[in-house]
Nanobody
């Protein structure tokens, strides 16, 4: 019954911006940390950014480099990933995941969405 649905992925030119959304249902949203991950072909899944259950604490992965902003709206059961200054290296399938605690390791997260494709190219 737990469902995480990502949206917002598309083709964008280098230097552009994009906002991804993750709508969560089937669990008590405010009790879970949410992490954004990405995976490109031939590469391991990589932590991008995460936010704790209360939304007070966030954590940046190496790839974020201060370019991305994660936020959550408890009223909408939605987490956002605002991405700016995108480069081709950001091309990947982006996933959101819910877990009991904020962590960089994918295995910590119990529930996952199906992903949304982000392609950065000219």
């Amino acid at each position: 019954q737990v469902q995480l649905v990502e949206s917002g992925g598309r083709l964008v030119h280098p230097g552009g911006s994009l906002r991804l959304s993750c709508v969560v249902s089937g669990l008590t949203f405010k009790d879970y940390a949410i992490g954004w991950f990405r995976q490109a072909p031939g590469k391991e899944r990589e932590f991008v950014q995460g936010i704790n259950f209360s939304g007070i604490f966030t954590y940046d992965g190496r790839s974020a480099k201060g370019r991305f902003t994660i936020s959550r709206d408890d009223a909408k059961n939605t987490v956002y990933l605002q991405m700016t200054k995108l480069t081709p290296d950001d091309t990947a399938v982006y996933y959101c995941a819910a877990g009991e605690s904020l962590d960089m390791a994918p295995h910590v997260y119990r529930y996952w969405g199906q992903g949304t494709q982000v392609t950065v190219s000219s």
